[in-house]
């Protein structure tokens, strides 16, 4: 081989190198970040909807405006969503929480799992 084709493997060799170190670092970013509407910080303490086993608790009836807690329990992500689109506590991954503010007008809202449609439940608001 001549120098200059020595050369020339060499800095091939070099920025082959490179590249392939620069995927093998770490994301700056976990793999799992939330989505804009998965809440990760702990609402306060206040009637609590838990989602586990793929079902909702029960809430008793509470005021208009009431701040609920909604905590995914389960490993898979889920939703609260009302029918009537009065609340929604968007996409919860397993682990959780968000709050959900009750309607104003007194009545029974039902909801449901966008992503497990079979997942329903209901909030009832006496005021």
Same mark, same amino acid.
């Given at each position: 081989?001549? !120098? ?9 060799? #070099?920025?082959?190198?490179? *590249?392939?170190?620069? &995927? @093998?670092?770490?994301? #700056?970013?976990? @793999?799992?970040?939330?989505?804009? &509407?998965?809440?990760? $910080? $702990?609402?306060? /303490? ?10 909702? *608790?029960?809430? &008793? ?5 009431? $701040?609920?807690?909604?905590?995914? !329990? &389960?490993?898979?992500?889920?939703? !609260?969503?009302? /029918? /009537?689109?009065?609340?929604? *506590? +968007?996409?919860? =991954?397993?682990?959780?929480? @968000?709050?959900?503010?009750?309607? =104003?007008?007194? +009545? ?13 439940? *209901?909030?009832?608001? $006496? +005021?």
């Amino acid at each position: 081989m001549n !120098l200059r084709t020595t050369s020339l493997a060499i800095v091939a060799a #070099a920025l082959v190198a490179v *590249s392939c170190s620069s &995927d @093998a670092e770490p994301a #700056a970013e976990p @793999a799992t970040e939330p989505t804009e &509407d998965t809440a990760t $910080e $702990e609402p306060s /303490d206040g009637p609590t909807i838990q989602i586990e086993g793929f079902e909702f *608790s029960a809430l &008793d009836p509470v005021a208009p405006g009431t $701040e609920i807690i909604v905590a995914n !329990l &389960d490993g898979a992500q889920h939703t !609260l969503t009302a /029918d /009537d689109g009065s609340f929604n *506590s +968007g996409g919860l =991954d397993g682990g959780a929480t @968000a709050a959900i503010t009750a309607p =104003d007008a007194p +009545g029974t809202y039902t909801f449901i799992c966008n992503i497990h449609p079979r997942m329903t439940g *209901s909030i009832t608001v $006496e +005021g």
